[in-house]
């Protein structure tokens, strides 16, 4: 296939968005990318620039043998993934985690969209269904889609779509956090991809200071929302703090203030409750507090977290928000490779389908990305066996998920078929990620899309 050939589309230029654009075009294929910032914004972006992380820096975890994210992360890399590719080279240090620089990394793959010559970007708004004589599209405009297309989209599905709240954490300058008060360890001193095993910021709290935490925390003054967002649920993996609170006074402290693993230097001793923070750039100058999703009003926040030890001072790049997420009932509308059963000329990637995650919304676009080029190579896309991670995780957004009761779903290993055997714990974790890679290269090598 050359240049010549009729461009697949792509609307939108998130992480899924650009990871099937590079899809591709590496397979040789011409592709047109939609991106409607900055001819119009969202409330969440800071930048114009393609996938930007308008959330936490984390990829989560980068353990290929224990860890489905972790074993995601390898299939995508396997699969010549642009994403994986630019966080790789813009890691920075956060235990086992990988976490990345987020305007490095966003630069990296922009500077690698533009510079390839199958890709055309266009910074335009598609406002209402595509053109029809657009016969290959796929939609990736994730949580944040425009209200024109969102509708259309309903309409054309003949189905109300589904939405929740993403929350944001706040970011701390680095130089405003109290050292002699909170020190770097990560949990149990584990190191990482980038990391040496003391990557995180904690500050320690006592009972008498995490009762008191809580009790502000739920008193408080909250963002009020619309009538038309007062009934949207919540996803449980990015709940606001104070929602997580609200449940139970322990359950922060088991939650993203878990002491687990660290102890205070000053005693010697694991504290009652401890708020880490994680570097969020190259430079070490932003350190974002780790699951502290808001929706407190700033200067709530400002108050309130200025009471946890070690950030008495603390000075914020950012403060926590809220913004809605909207996705497909993708079990009951899409088909197997991620066609709208309504309209088999449109395709989804990214969070729209309900996956969750940047690397979950990455890793769909990627088989997006390859359906899409496969059909228009002549061929038959394939989809990835159920036994790997992304199999596991397509199955799920395509009918492996209860479609009455469908939500946003992270990877994790619940998704995968069960092995054989009585394995339990961490050796069943590594017989399935063993298992996973053998039959993803399996697949990737007869339908390696990767141009000559």
Request: charged share 20%.
């Amino acid at each position: 296939m050359t240049s010549s050939a009729k461009p697949i589309h792509i609307v939108g230029g998130g992480l899924a968005g650009s990871e099937a654009a590079w899809q591709i075009a590496s397979a040789g294929v011409p592709v047109v990318l939609h991106e409607m910032r900055p001819v119009r914004g969202t409330d969440a972006h800071l930048t114009d620039s393609l996938a930007e992380l308008v959330c936490s820096n984390s990829f989560r975890s980068d353990d290929a043998s224990n860890n489905a994210v972790g074993l995601l992360h390898e299939e995508m890399r396997r699969a010549g993934s642009l994403i994986m590719r630019a966080a790789d080279a813009h890691k920075l240090p956060a235990g086992g985690a990988l976490a990345v620089d987020r305007h490095g990394f966003s630069a990296a793959v922009q500077d690698a969209l533009l510079t390839q010559p199958l890709v055309e970007l266009r910074r335009e708004e598609v406002a209402g269904l595509p053109p029809a004589d657009w016969d290959s599209v796929i939609v990736a405009t994730g949580p944040l889609t425009s209200p024109a297309l969102a509708e259309a989209i309903r309409a054309q599905s003949g189905e109300d779509a589904l939405a929740f709240f993403d929350a944001i954490a706040p970011i701390v300058h680095f130089d405003s956090i109290d050292r002699s008060i909170a020190w770097k360890q990560s949990r149990y001193d584990k190191g990482g991809p980038a990391g040496d095993g003391a990557d995180y910021f904690n500050c320690p709290l006592n009972k008498e200071e995490y009762d008191a935490f809580i009790a502000g925390l739920l008193a408080g003054e909250k963002t009020e929302f619309k009538e038309w967002e007062a009934n949207t649920p919540y996803f449980d993996g990015c709940l606001p703090i104070e929602v997580m609170a609200s449940r139970g006074p322990d359950t922060l402290r088991f939650g993203p203030m878990k002491p687990v693993g660290l102890r205070d230097p000053r005693t010697g001793r694991r504290p009652w409750a401890v708020v880490q923070l994680r570097q969020d750039n190259a430079l070490g100058t932003l350190w974002n507090i780790v699951g502290f999703q808001t929706k407190l009003k700033h200067r709530e926040q400002t108050q309130l977290f200025r009471t946890i030890p070690g950030l008495h001072n603390a000075e914020f790049a950012r403060l926590g928000g809220l913004h809605r997420n909207t996705f497909l009932n993708s079990p009951r509308l899409l088909d197997a490779t991620l066609k709208l059963k309504a309209m088999p000329r449109l395709r989804f990637a990214g969070q729209i389908t309900g996956c969750e995650g940047y690397v979950e919304s990455a890793a769909v676009g990627l088989m997006t990305g390859r359906f899409a080029a496969a059909e228009r190579l002549g061929l038959q896309p394939t989809t990835p066996p159920a036994t790997t991670a992304m199999g596991a995780l397509l199955g799920h957004i395509t009918g492996g998920a209860d479609a009455t009761t469908y939500q946003p779903m992270n990877i994790n290993f619940g998704l995968f078929p069960p092995i054989e055997g009585t394995l339990r714990g961490k050796e069943r974790k590594q017989a399935l990620s063993a298992r996973a890679l053998r039959d993803f290269d399996r697949w990737l090598a007869p339908t390696s899309l990767a141009a000559e």
